[in-house]
């Protein structure tokens, strides 16, 4: 069994209905039978753990908001919400490898996840190099890393390049028939093109300015270059490549019913041997009660009436 | 045994020393002895699978680029390579999953995992809100699940306010001294609030305009408000709370001296059982090359010489 619970560590203390119904769990011993999963904004240690927090809070506390964005204008948030939806994925990590001890030793663990530990975790290029100087944040479009790095602007849309190493650089120049500038020496490594970083841009964005978007992405691509198109949401949620690897899905009302038109996220792991999908649609609210409740904590159904009855559950 | 590669899928047909290195492990039925992870941009399917990415080409075809930032404002990517960082951690949970199918049953399980499904994977609530109609990208610092939400100025830098619930709300305006707004219709429950978004954001601004940032955060979070200063990275990485959980710690040389004043990350789940932590330094470039070709692999002593001049390993 995993107990998992989503809060600000001593709260359970002020909510009643929670500690009635995590208690037929807590008596067990929780090494024994049970792993516990905590996740929270700050974590269940260090001076911050009381502190409430959703996903910008997090962002803005990571460094991440400072390092987003264009200069001169007002820091910003990242359109998604990264915290909330990586922490359980880190949190899924630490249960995981719980239950694989358990499985070794027949002892599950505790583990205490926070989403400001979780989206730091996710910025080490960054941290690395601001700490080595490299990066005056906020960095727009660009990336210490690579040169030619950046979002150009085609006819159409953008398109995002990105080249790193010196092999990126000359594909990218063959695709765009400047192979007069690859034994170049102000563009030969890396550093260099770093030195010259408005010159090689220049070159790109001469290149693209009147080209469409998608056009420019095969030829580049055919070249062996990473880039893309800046997609809108539509375009995003028309993916043939989501499609095809079972990312979106129409989504079923709890009654199994399709809702049309509707997509949700499929699962983003393939197992070769072992596919796993959704096999059931959301549960409705309460679905669950007497599994949960019932089967699992042992409350008996004149309890459950009676917590249904006054509005408990 | 887990063998993880991180390339296009594809590319190992032309690079012959991967086929080299990895024709030991391959020989071995895959499923009875080693649990395989691929890593790509795009996946081991689909039209785009051999198409070049690198962590921003994935931000910008998610549809993460179209709904972060300002409108009016090019596009622009979130400034940590979240799609690069959090892909892995994606993987890692396949690879868990398959070691304990293996435990359990003997055979294990190759996990294909691409960058564009996981980033969309970390996006549910963008893909959902926007399917209902509840987002025009960009979305700046406002969220369709909250208001007040947004990103406000104090006199000394930003603090982030982010309200979902009612209850959040009557905390926020009894932390401002306003409780003569708590019964106001117009401010009632969540959709009106987002009817006068303008409105409830005008009497936080007002509130906060005058006030230094850090005393904004202590007054609204002691009011149960989910708030926070945003941080440059300078103030990111002194933050008490990560150093306080270990996830701030000093960086060593491959020969494990100390780097004054670096930091590096530490792990980002806490066992309260069985504490990890990093026990060597990164280490040094072909450090475990004979443990690797020579112990796991079985290449011998001469072989592992004679690739080392050739300068192949």
């Known amino acids: 069994m995993i107990n998992c619970r989503m809060m600000v560590p001593g709260s359970e203390n002020r909510r009643r209905i929670w500690i009635y119904l995590c208690s037929p769990v807590e008596r067990m011993n929780p090494f024994d039978t049970v792993d516990h999963a905590d996740h929270s904004g700050f974590g269940n240690t260090g001076p911050l753990r009381e502190r409430r927090a959703y996903d910008p809070i997090v962002q ?48 599950g663990d505790w583990v205490d996840v926070s989403m400001l530990d979780a989206l ?30 950046n979002c150009f602007h085609a006819t159409d849309g953008y398109v995002y390049v990105a080249t790193v190493t010196d092999i990126d650089w000359n594909n990218l120049l063959r695709a765009m028939d400047r192979e007069d500038l690859i034994d170049d020496p102000r563009y030969a490594h890396l550093p260099d093109r770093h030195d010259h970083v408005d010159e090689v841009e220049a070159v790109v964005e ?16 055919s070249h062996q270059v990473a880039c893309g198109p800046v997609l809108s949401m539509d375009e995003a949620l028309a993916s043939e490549q989501l499609r095809a690897r079972d990312m979106l899905i129409p989504l079923e009302t709890p009654e199994g019913k399709a809702v049309p038109g509707i997509m949700g ?26 599994d949960v409740y019932g089967a699992l904590l042992g409350v008996d159904d004149a309890e459950i009436a009676r917590l249904k009855d006054a509005g408990v559950i």
């Open 120 to 149: 730091s975790f996710l910025m080490p290029e960054v941290i690395e190099y601001y700490q080595g100087g490299a990066i005056d944040p906020p960095l727009a479009n660009r990336h210490p890393g690579g040169a030619p790095f």
């Open 265 to 290: 996220l499929g699962i983003p792991i393939r197992f070769a041997d072992d596919p796993v999908q959704f096999d059931v649609p959301a549960p409705q609210l309460g679905q669950h009660n007497h």
């Open 60 to 107: 803005a506390m990571s460094g991440l908001m400072a390092v987003t964005g264009f200069a001169g204008q007002p820091p910003v948030r990242t359109g998604a919400a990264i915290a909330d939806t990586a922490t359980p994925m880190i949190a899924v990590i630490g249960i995981l490898s719980a239950l694989m001890r358990r499985q070794s030793t027949g002892r």
């Open 206 to 221: 001469n290149w693209i300015k009147g080209r469409p978007r998608d056009g420019v992405v095969d030829v580049l691509q």
